[in-house]
């Protein structure tokens, strides 16, 4: 009886703290509506402008995360991208992550889908390193630092992701499912 009044209270909590930050916004940019009209306006329109920017990689990722709860479970995810898989995977995440569009903020929500229905630490961790390689940028980047340059700092790019995420999985030990119910 306890336990289940404590997860009413943890939810009650945690939706508490998801409204807190944007009605701080709201009563910010209503102070400042009454003191500087046209500065206010300005930064609203600037947020607009930002909000515009990020809103079409952002319904990319949530149509990723509805088809990927659509057709796929956990046991299908923890298997092609869990603790202990191969070669495959680690190619398919740093290719993931090569050619994933957008802001990067857009794409945690999905990333924390992947990560709840049992992918390792590891993959999403090549993933977020491997963000850092743009192909449509390397033809700048050649014409700047030359073609060896760029060859050997896009492979650099590539196997430190790789190292980083492996060091991640050794170092994050957490299982996922007890830290999302403490939250």
Request: one cysteine or more; charged letters at 15%.
């Amino acid at each position: 009886m306890k336990r289940g009044r404590d997860q009413s209270l943890i939810k009650k909590r945690r939706k508490m703290r998801l409204l807190v930050f944007p009605a701080v916004v709201l009563v910010i940019y209503g102070i400042l509506f009454v003191i500087m009209p046209d500065k206010a306006s300005a930064a609203l329109r600037s947020s607009g402008k930002v909000f515009t920017n990020i809103l079409m990689p952002l319904c990319l990722v949530f149509i990723f995360m509805f088809v990927l709860n659509l057709f796929f479970k956990s046991a299908s995810i923890t298997k092609f991208l869990g603790r202990g898989a191969g070669i495959k995977t680690i190619i398919l995440s740093a290719a993931a992550g090569i050619i994933s569009i957008g802001p990067i903020y857009a794409w945690y929500p999905m990333l924390k889908a992947l990560r709840e229905k049992g992918a390792g630490n590891s993959f999403i961790a090549i993933f977020l390193g491997n963000r850092a390689v743009k192909p449509f940028l390397l033809p700048m980047m050649i014409s700047f630092f030359g073609w060896i340059y760029v060859l050997i700092l896009t492979i650099f790019t590539i196997i430190g992701s790789i190292v980083v995420g492996y060091c991640v999985d050794i170092l994050v030990k957490e299982d996922v499912t007890t830290q999302a119910d403490s939250l």
